[in-house]
């Protein structure tokens, strides 16, 4: 047998393809629940990089881990050198190509993510001037040259709990994460992601060295006074090259789901009129029309990004409580999914056993609501290769969320 064959047929028998497979889509789940939870737990988003950077040297020793080593029903065994009497033939399955390319999918859409990433942290200033925008940079000899862009970067600061108890930080969170979504849909605008921003909670540094960190040219801050059957929403938008407030607001509305998406629209036309740029908002539809629904979703996300055990049993809890109220939130679904996942992974409160067919049955039944749902693909990716080994549909779905969503690697 060629030399090229008889690797390729010892990968297959040895299934290191399956190893693979399991170990992308585990690295995937580790990668989102950082990302997700380093935030909250006050841990610098440069730790999300070590992350990325375990995975990825990782991933030669699992295959090397796999080549050497099987799984079995009577614990780890060495894989046994093939026989003299073997079949010769490649004998590769749909899936074991299959696999190659999804991995290569997976590469593709981790790379585009990477240098999202890299852009989105340059120290760059962008200024607002009129109805053009440029990047200020250091020089060499300590001046600033300047350089034309045609967008212009937008930072959104966590937003602050200003309510009389202090205890609806996770509403002002959401109200934040929200309006950061609703300005990404501008295609005039680079926004600045949610993990980066986060953390400047309580900044001590100047708008310019915030603008410098995060290569902004502009900053929005706010705060969310919820009381009652009533919310006010502040913002304020300030030029970061002279700490310049561009123009500040207060909404106050009564408490409904339309009235808090309505301000949250405004504030995004708001933005896009003070930075003279086009508006170029797309509409979407409200997430629910149930307000308890909607405050138990936000409360779940809240303690989701905390991650400890007890803060995934309460976002189980609130999740769970969400979908009882709305059976058909999406995204409420898509999050206890992810949830159940957690606790499963993390194994305090519950076990595996109990864990994931729980949420498998939360992303089926968000995928169910809405096909294009590419989070809770990838998730049932993860449950069919890690908890069933059932790897053709595993396959299938990972290849699908990869495609769907390119970004969200």
């Known amino acids: 047998m060629p030399r090229t064959e008889s690797i390729i047929y010892e990968l297959h028998r040895r299934r290191v393809f399956r190893v693979a497979l399991v170990y992308i889509v585990s690295a995937w789940v580790a990668i989102q629940v950082a990302s997700e939870a380093f935030p909250g737990l006050g841990i610098p988003e440069i730790a999300i990089r070590y992350v990325w950077l375990g995975a990825i040297l990782g991933f030669p020793i699992a295959l090397v881990f796999g080549w050497f080593y099987d799984i079995t029903a009577q614990g780890l065994v060495r894989t046994p050198p093939a026989g003299r009497n073997r079949d010769t033939g490649l004998a590769l399955r749909k899936w074991d190509y299959g696999i190659l390319a999804a991995m290569s999918l997976v590469l593709a859409a981790t790379t585009v993510q990477m240098i999202e990433r890299i852009r989105s942290i340059q120290p760059l200033d962008k200024i607002v001037d009129g109805d053009e925008t440029t990047i200020v940079a250091p020089s060499r000899d300590g001046s600033v040259d300047a350089v034309s862009d045609s967008k212009i970067t937008v ?235 059932d790897w053709e549909p595993a396959l299938l779905d990972l290849e699908w969320a990869a495609k769907a969503d390119p970004t969200n690697s």
Request: charged share 20%.
């Open 155 to 389: 930072a959104v600061l966590p937003f602050a709990d200003l309510s009389p108890e202090s205890d609806k930080q996770y509403f002002a969170d959401g109200v934040h994460e929200e309006i950061i979504s609703r300005l990404s849909t501008n295609r005039s605008l680079d926004v600045v992601s949610r993990t980066s921003v986060m953390a400047y909670r309580n900044p001590t540094a100047n708008i310019r060295l915030i603008g410098a960190e995060l290569g902004a040219g502009a900053v929005i801050e706010g705060s969310v006074r919820y009381a009652g059957e009533k919310v006010r929403v502040t913002a304020q938008l300030i030029d970061t090259s002279n700490d310049t407030h561009l123009w500040t607001r207060s909404f106050d509305r009564d408490l409904t789901i339309a009235n808090l998406f309505a301000i949250q629209d405004e504030i995004a036309e708001q933005v896009a009129v003070g930075l003279n740029t086009q508006l170029q908002i797309d509409k979407i539809a409200l997430p629910t029309s149930d307000l308890v629904a909607y405050d138990s979703f936000l409360l779940g996300k809240y303690h989701y990004r905390k991650s400890t055990p007890d803060d995934l049993l309460l976002s189980v809890q609130h999740l769970e409580a969400a979908v009882q109220k709305d059976p058909e939130f999406v995204d409420a679904w898509d999050w206890l999914a992810y949830a159940w996942n957690h606790a499963g992974v993390q194994q305090v409160w519950t076990t595996p056993a109990e864990a994931y067919p729980k949420a498998r049955a939360a992303a089926v039944r968000a995928l169910e609501l809405e096909p294009g749902l590419a989070p809770s693909r990838a998730l049932l990716a993860f449950l069919r290769a890690v908890y069933d080994w």
